[in-house]
C-alpha cells in the first residue's frame, strides 16, 4: 500500500545540447547509493527511499516543469536532488514555496551560496569558488603578488572572479588587470601583454581555453617568464583536442609548447584515498568498479574511457543519495518521540521541513567524494587538487585543505626557466 516508501524527487540533466549533460552519469550512480541504503538494515527500518526521476536537459524551464509535475501530482516528495546550476537556480529559489529541501549534485555557480535567495539549498559539488583560496595559497608560496586575471563573460566565472578579488585584496596581493571576453580572446590577451602580466589567472569553459591557448602561442605570453592557472576539470589532453573542428590554428605541437608548465586547481570529486571504505562500506575504487559495469550494460565504451558526461561528478550524486538517507533517518528518529513520522509530510508542513533542514544541515560522513560536510550556505566543504602539465601530462602537486589551511606538497612543480618565475620585470639597477 506504499505506506512504508518515502518519495523522493530527482531532477537530471541527461539529453539536451546546451550546458552540462552529467545527468548520463549521475542518474545511475543515484541509483546505486539508493540499491545501497534501502539495503541497509540501520537507516530507516521499515521504509523504502523511492526515487522519482526526470530529465531536465539541463534546461532552467524545463527542470521547472519537470518540478512542478513531481510537486502537483502523487506522492508528495520529501525533497528534491538536482543538477546544473541553471536547474539548481530556478528548483531551489521554488522549492521554499512547498517548504522542500533541495540537494545539487551538480551545481558550481558561486550564486547559489545566498540563504536568502535559496534558504533550504544544500550541495554536495563544490562551488567554483573552492579553487580561490589554493590559488592564493599557491600565489602566497612562490611570492607571487602582482597577478592578473582572464576570463569568459560567464556568469559562474564572473562570480568566482569578484570571490577571488576580495581575496586578492585581503592577502596583500595586487590584481594588475582583469581581462574579459564574450568569443575571441586576442585582445584581451594583447592586454594581458601590454600591462607586463606574468601570473594569470584564466576562468573559461574548455572550448574557450583552446581558442585562449592558442592565441597565447601566438602573442607568446608563455615560457620560463609566465605561469598560468587554468581550471583542472578539463578532460585530459584537452589542449590538443578538437582544434580541426573548433578551427583552432595551431598545431597540436604549438598548444603543448603554450601548455607547458601551467598549473590546475580543481575540486576533489573522488576520494583521494582510493581505497579506504566509506560509509557505505565501499572504496572509491569499488564504487568506480560498479559504475563501470552499469555503464557498459547502458552501452558506454568503458573500456576505452569513452565515459558519459557526469562521469567526474558521478561520487556527488551517490554521496547526495547517503546524505538525504542518513538526514531522514536522524529525522524518523527524532519525530518518533513526538509520535510523528516522515510520512506525515505534506508541502504546508514547517515543522517536519526545519527537522529534515537541520537534519541534513548536521550530517557529515566520510563519503565516495571524501568527507561530506555542508557550510552554513549548504556549501560542500571540500579538498582541492593542485596539478601541473609536465612534458604534456598532468602530475599532481599536492592537495589543499582550506578549512585547516593545509597544503600538501609534494615538491615535483618543474619551472622551464629552472626557478621560480617572477611575478614582474625586475630592472636591476646597474651600480
Ligand atoms: C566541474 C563541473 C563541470 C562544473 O559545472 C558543473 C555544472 C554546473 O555548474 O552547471 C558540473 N561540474
Same mark, same amino acid.
Given at each position: 500500500? %506504499?505506506?512504508?516508501?518515502?518519495?523522493? %524527487?530527482?531532477?537530471?540533466?541527461?539529453?539536451?545540447?546546451?550546458?552540462?549533460?552529467?545527468?548520463?552519469?549521475?542518474?545511475?550512480?543515484?541509483?546505486?547509493?539508493?540499491?545501497?541504503?534501502?539495503?541497509?538494515?540501520?537507516?530507516?527500518? %521499515?521504509?523504502?527511499?523511492?526515487?522519482?526521476?526526470?530529465? /531536465? &536537459?539541463?534546461?532552467?524551464?524545463?527542470?521547472?516543469?519537470?518540478?512542478?509535475?513531481?510537486?502537483?501530482?502523487?506522492?508528495?516528495?520529501?525533497?528534491?536532488?538536482?543538477?546544473?546550476?541553471?536547474?539548481?537556480?530556478?528548483?531551489?529559489?521554488?522549492?521554499?514555496?512547498?517548504?522542500?529541501?533541495?540537494?545539487?549534485? #551538480?551545481?558550481?555557480?558561486?550564486?547559489?551560496?545566498?540563504?536568502?535567495?535559496?534558504?533550504?539549498?544544500?550541495?554536495?559539488?563544490? /562551488?567554483? *569558488?573552492?579553487?580561490?583560496?589554493?590559488?592564493?595559497?599557491?600565489? +602566497?608560496?612562490?611570492?607571487?603578488?602582482?597577478?592578473? =586575471?582572464?576570463?569568459?563573460?560567464?556568469?559562474?566565472?564572473?562570480?568566482?572572479?569578484?570571490?577571488?578579488?576580495?581575496?586578492?585584496?585581503?592577502? #596583500?596581493?595586487?590584481?594588475?588587470?582583469?581581462?574579459?571576453?564574450?568569443?575571441?580572446?586576442?585582445?584581451?590577451?594583447?592586454?594581458?601583454?601590454?600591462?607586463?602580466?606574468?601570473?594569470?589567472? #584564466?576562468?573559461?569553459?574548455?572550448? !574557450?581555453?583552446?581558442?585562449?591557448?592558442?592565441?597565447?602561442?601566438?602573442?607568446?605570453?608563455?615560457?620560463?617568464?609566465?605561469?598560468?592557472?587554468?581550471?583542472?576539470?578539463?578532460?585530459?589532453?584537452?589542449?590538443?583536442?578538437?582544434?580541426?573542428?573548433?578551427?583552432?590554428?595551431?598545431? !597540436?605541437?604549438?598548444?603543448?609548447?603554450?601548455?607547458?608548465?601551467?598549473?590546475?586547481?580543481?575540486?576533489?570529486?573522488?576520494?583521494?584515498?582510493?581505497?579506504?571504505? *566509506?560509509?557505505? @562500506?565501499?572504496?572509491?575504487?569499488?564504487? &568506480?568498479?560498479?559504475?563501470?559495469?552499469?555503464? +557498459?550494460?547502458?552501452?558506454?565504451?568503458?573500456?576505452?574511457?569513452?565515459?558519459?558526461?557526469?562521469?567526474?561528478?558521478?561520487?556527488?550524486?551517490?554521496?547526495?543519495?547517503?546524505?538525504?538517507?542518513?538526514?531522514?533517518?536522524?529525522?524518523?528518529?527524532?519525530?518518533?518521540?513526538? #509520535?510523528?513520522?516522515?510520512?506525515?509530510?505534506?508541502?504546508?508542513?514547517?515543522?517536519? !521541513?526545519?527537522?529534515?533542514?537541520?537534519?541534513?544541515?548536521?550530517?557529515?560522513?566520510? %563519503?565516495?567524494? @571524501?568527507?561530506?560536510?555542508?557550510?552554513?550556505?549548504?556549501?560542500? =566543504?571540500?579538498?582541492?587538487?593542485?596539478?601541473?602539465?609536465?612534458?604534456?601530462?598532468?602530475?599532481?602537486?599536492?592537495?589543499?585543505?582550506?578549512?585547516?589551511?593545509?597544503?600538501?606538497?609534494?615538491?615535483?612543480?618543474?619551472?622551464? @626557466?629552472?626557478?621560480?618565475?617572477?611575478?614582474?620585470?625586475?630592472?636591476?639597477?646597474?651600480?
Amino acid at each position: 500500500d %506504499g505506506s512504508n516508501v518515502l518519495h523522493i %524527487g530527482g531532477i537530471f540533466p541527461i539529453k539536451g545540447k546546451g550546458g552540462w549533460q552529467g545527468g548520463q552519469a549521475c542518474e545511475p550512480a543515484a541509483n546505486l547509493a539508493l540499491e545501497d541504503v534501502n539495503k541497509r538494515k540501520d537507516l530507516l527500518p %521499515g521504509y523504502v527511499l523511492k526515487l522519482h526521476s526526470n530529465d /531536465s &536537459q539541463c534546461d532552467p524551464g524545463l527542470g521547472a516543469s519537470v518540478m512542478y509535475d513531481l510537486l502537483y501530482n502523487e506522492p508528495t516528495k520529501l525533497m528534491l536532488l538536482a543538477g546544473c546550476s541553471t536547474v539548481c537556480t530556478t528548483v531551489a529559489e521554488a522549492a521554499k514555496m512547498w517548504n522542500l529541501v533541495v540537494l545539487c549534485y #551538480g551545481a558550481s555557480s558561486p550564486a547559489l551560496s545566498d540563504r536568502n535567495r535559496f534558504p533550504t539549498l544544500f550541495r554536495t559539488h563544490p /562551488s567554483a *569558488t573552492v579553487h580561490n583560496p589554493t590559488r592564493i595559497k599557491l600565489m +602566497k608560496k612562490f611570492g607571487w603578488s602582482r597577478v592578473a =586575471i582572464l576570463q569568459e563573460a560567464e556568469e559562474v566565472f564572473i562570480s568566482t572572479v569578484e570571490d577571488l578579488e576580495t581575496r586578492c585584496k585581503e592577502a #596583500g596581493i595586487e590584481i594588475v588587470t582583469r581581462q574579459s571576453f564574450l568569443s575571441d580572446p586576442a585582445d584581451a590577451v594583447r592586454n594581458l601583454r601590454r600591462q607586463d602580466a606574468r601570473i594569470i589567472v #584564466g576562468l573559461f569553459y574548455v572550448v !574557450a581555453a583552446r581558442k585562449v591557448l592558442c592565441e597565447v602561442y601566438k602573442q607568446q605570453l608563455y615560457g620560463r617568464s609566465y605561469v598560468w592557472f587554468f581550471i583542472g576539470w578539463y578532460e585530459d589532453d584537452w589542449f590538443v583536442n578538437n582544434l580541426q573542428k573548433e578551427n583552432i590554428n595551431c598545431t !597540436a605541437h604549438e598548444m603543448r609548447i603554450a601548455a607547458e608548465g601551467h598549473l590546475t586547481t580543481e575540486a576533489l570529486m573522488w576520494n583521494q584515498n582510493r581505497n579506504e571504505k *566509506t560509509i557505505s @562500506g565501499m572504496t572509491a575504487d569499488e564504487f &568506480q568498479n560498479r559504475l563501470n559495469k552499469v555503464l +557498459k550494460n547502458d552501452g558506454h565504451d568503458i573500456d576505452h574511457k569513452r565515459y558519459p558526461e557526469g562521469y567526474q561528478e558521478a561520487p556527488l550524486a551517490y554521496d547526495a543519495v547517503w546524505a538525504v538517507a542518513l538526514a531522514f533517518n536522524k529525522t524518523m528518529n527524532h519525530l518518533h518521540k513526538y #509520535g510523528k513520522n516522515l510520512k506525515d509530510f505534506n508541502y504546508n508542513n514547517k515543522e517536519i !521541513a526545519d527537522d529534515i533542514y537541520s537534519a541534513i544541515n548536521s550530517t557529515q560522513f566520510l %563519503g565516495i567524494s @571524501g568527507m561530506v560536510a555542508f557550510s552554513s550556505q549548504g556549501d560542500r =566543504i571540500a579538498l582541492t587538487l593542485i596539478e601541473q602539465a609536465i612534458n604534456g601530462n598532468y602530475v599532481v602537486l599536492g592537495y589543499f585543505d582550506t578549512q585547516a589551511d593545509n597544503l600538501t606538497w609534494y615538491d615535483r612543480e618543474v619551472w622551464i @626557466g629552472g626557478k621560480v618565475p617572477q611575478d614582474r620585470t625586475i630592472v636591476r639597477k646597474v651600480l
